[in-house]
């Protein structure tokens, strides 16, 4: 394998006119107001015109959808027809994604880099009606975008043939992996010519990202245009103690305040707290809303326009759900939960920082997040000093009265204590279905909320957030320290209102 690094020659490319791209498709550039190419788009754009396989690892937001979209389409361009047969529109892109929304973005760049060619493009992903994708795909595409279950459903009914496909992308490959596409990606990789190019696109390079590449690519050149597992360099990270799990959420409302977040996505570890916490978050007047892989296509589309409108504040996600979003200017990402792994982490705070812009990756951390944290600062190489949130400054009027919020707040209240109702109405709509016909996610799920009603009584929602005013913010030493020993201890308890301190939004 050969490898380029950000230091090749090809980086002196600073001028998408130096690339040998047609007029139609520099037309597009143009209308998208690119000017000067990213260092991935600088790298991997001439070695796929060249016709290389390529094994591109790119920093998230770089522009890696236009390093392989724009070099496939001038290759396929000679070959574009007007006929209005399907026949002479047949798959001769493949861009396989993990995920509906990676997908969809990738389809609205593709259409918007192709808008002046007579190239076709389309998109299918699952969780939406197929009949509505047939005739698309039916009257032919020469680049398709697709997730691959959605796809084998189409090859299954015979509304897609992949025999003429020449070009192959992988995208996002270390998370269709991580979410068990291998069997669909080996079946579909069977259908398609050996004679091919493949582009394989991943954030991070596992054992198994190689093993793929070895299996089906040809000495792939590989683009690295960060340092491995990097986090992108405008982002900044911070780590902010909690006591412990039952004071997050009003931890996390306290931090928002604290740090003047006026928009920001929340990631979450399950689809139940995704839920929970953005109801916790609207009954403290945040303007929230969940984002998680039980809503419908439309209902997630809906409220990902609402949250890149700036209707919405508050986006609380699981990294399902938000994979593959791509919401510019995105200020701010909030780890509530620390991912299970550490590379989910890069990916997380990737959705802030993008195209340049700077951003915030806040994570909230208790004493049984040590070895978490401490695998996310091997990964990232960093060294994290914990900080500490401070506690509300005292507003006598509303700890005098805090019935009073409650009762002008916006979203009606029915008397409090839902949470273990919810849970135990969860529990006994996920364990109704048969053990092997429930998801990963479902297990996962049914085990949070089991461990959940372990916990007897929840004392968060019966009195208010206690901060430690004489908390302060030790540096860690992740080598010999654990972090249960640096935590904030608090000394003297001190109640906040802070359920009820967001009544105003900035
Ligand atoms: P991607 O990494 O492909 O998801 O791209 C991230 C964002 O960067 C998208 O919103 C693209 O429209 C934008 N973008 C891609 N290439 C360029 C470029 N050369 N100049 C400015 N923005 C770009």
Redesign the pocket.
Known sequence: MTTVSTHSPTSDITDFSQFALDAKIQRAIAD???????PI?AQAIPVVLAGQDVMGSAQ???????SFVLPILQNILPLASSSTSPARHPVRALVLAPTRELAV?VAD?AALYAKHTPIRTAVVFGGMDMKVQTPIVRAGVELLIATPGRLLDHIEQGNVNLNQVQYLVLDEADRMLDMGFLPDLQRILNLLPKQRQTLLFSATFSPEIRKLAESYQKNPKIIETAQRNATATNVTQEMFAVKDKNHKRSALVQLLKQETIDQAMIFVNTKIEARDLARFLQRAKINARALHGDQTQAERLATLDEFKSGAVAILVATDVAARGL?I?QMPCVVNFDLPYSAEDYVHRIGRTG??GANGRALSLVTSLDDKLLAAIAKLVRMEFELKTIRAEEERPARTERPNREVKDAREPRAPFNPDRANTEARIRHIERSAPHRRSAWDEEELNYLRRKMAVSDDPFFSKPYEANPDAHSPKMDLAHTHLSSTMPQPKTKKPVAALFAMGKKK
């Open positions: 998208a107001g690119y000017t000067t190419p990213t788009q998230t937001g770089t522009g890696k959808t236009a973005q760049n791509d510019a993008r195209a």
